[in-house]
């Protein structure tokens, strides 16, 4: 339903692993198997995700997170238990209405939670591996890292 498809070019004299009309196989090759088979694999030969519907969800996920806006929002956000949209609002200097529509978005994909007091709403991210996962982006794609 969902192909995984391999980035990587092919092993000169392996090519690539059998398919109908392909006259190479992958005996003993458990990554070139792994591929075949859906699975994802990493370069220590490690699977990664091999569940349809884990890759489906954690697609979403990155398609939601992957809007600078947004992820700027995650990282206010990852920096305290919970902030209300007005402080939000203020500390990415765009507007309410702005702020509500990225919200609503990670909210849908389960990545962030909100809470309503009186005539507040209070957002949080619902799951901390949410901010491991920014702080593995920040470690490969931050050229300077901030001291906390």
Known sequence: ??????????PQQNGPPSRPGNSRTMDGDPTMNAIANNAVVNNTGRMLITREEDIY?????????????????????????????????????TSQSNISQHLSILRDKGILASRKH???????IGDTRIIDLIESMRAAFCTAVDSV
């Open 57 to 93: 969800h954690a697609s979403r996920a990155l398609k939601a997170m992957a809007h600078p806006l947004r992820l700027q929002i995650l990282c206010i956000l990852g920096a305290h238990v919970e902030v209300s949209v007005q402080d939000i609002v203020e500390q990415v200097g």
């Open 1 to 10: 339903m969902f192909p995984v498809q391999a980035q990587w070019a092919w």
């Open 118 to 124: 009186a005539n507040k709403v209070y957002y949080r």
